[in-house]
């Protein structure tokens, strides 16, 4: 099948009919094979998972061999929302292209994104009218508080995950997002990583993996 958007398909070594799909969304200029780094690591513990890792939609506005989920340089708050949408849409299509492709129902598919990725797969997955499995955050925030609590519609379960010493999403967003997710009653847990930056840390891949497991494995 061809996607709507460029990706980079990860299947488990013993290639069975996968039951389930996670979908990984890289961040701002990264691409789908930077992110499958790791679902290469995953696959080698999760049997009957596919995993599905697109390139965002558009070229990256300062890292032309990259792309973006939506321009994040000079754009008031208002812009940023508007464009997030467009992309809320087209990540969207993805999903259920990959619910099509594999026969899988939305309750078996998980969301994982980092940074812009993680933005992205919050705002859509908290706004899908068939409830998915579960979000995986790294390094992230949502995008505007507001907007998505006049637009929630499903409650998946979310993990989140952010280096203390995070200087391109600092760890503040990280708070928010546990302090609505609290008082939107969702099911939400937290790991913070000490002295650790803008990126996903052992573990946390390990911690993602185990998350995986539990909601899909049992």
Known sequence: ??????????????????DNAV?????????????????????????????????????????????????LMNQTKDEILAKSLVAEIKLNKLIDEVKTEYNIPSKRIIL???????????????KRKDKINSIIGYSGKIIDVKHIENNIISKPDIILMHG?????????????????????????QTKIFLNCEHRI??????????????????
């Open 201 to 218: 840390p052992q573990e946390g891949s390990s911690l993602g993996l185990e998350f995986i497991k539990k909601k899909l494995y049992l």
């Open 164 to 188: 203390d010493k995070d200087e391109i999403v600092p760890i503040s967003f990280l708070l928010e997002a546990k302090e609505f997710f609290y008082k939107m009653d969702y099911k939400i």
């Open 112 to 126: 994982c994104g980092f940074s812009q990725g993680c933005m992205i797969s919050l705002q859509t997955g908290l």
């Open 1 to 18: 099948m061809s996607y709507s958007l460029n990706t980079t398909i990860i299947t488990s070594p013993d290639k069975q009919k996968p």
């Open 23 to 71: 979908i990984l969304c890289h961040g701002y200029g990264g691409d789908g094979k930077d992110i499958s780094i790791l679902a290469n690591y995953w696959k080698n513990y999760l049997t009957k998972t596919v995993f599905i890792c697109p390139d965002a939609p558009e070229r990256c506005a300062v890292s032309p061999t990259g792309f973006q989920w939506f321009d």
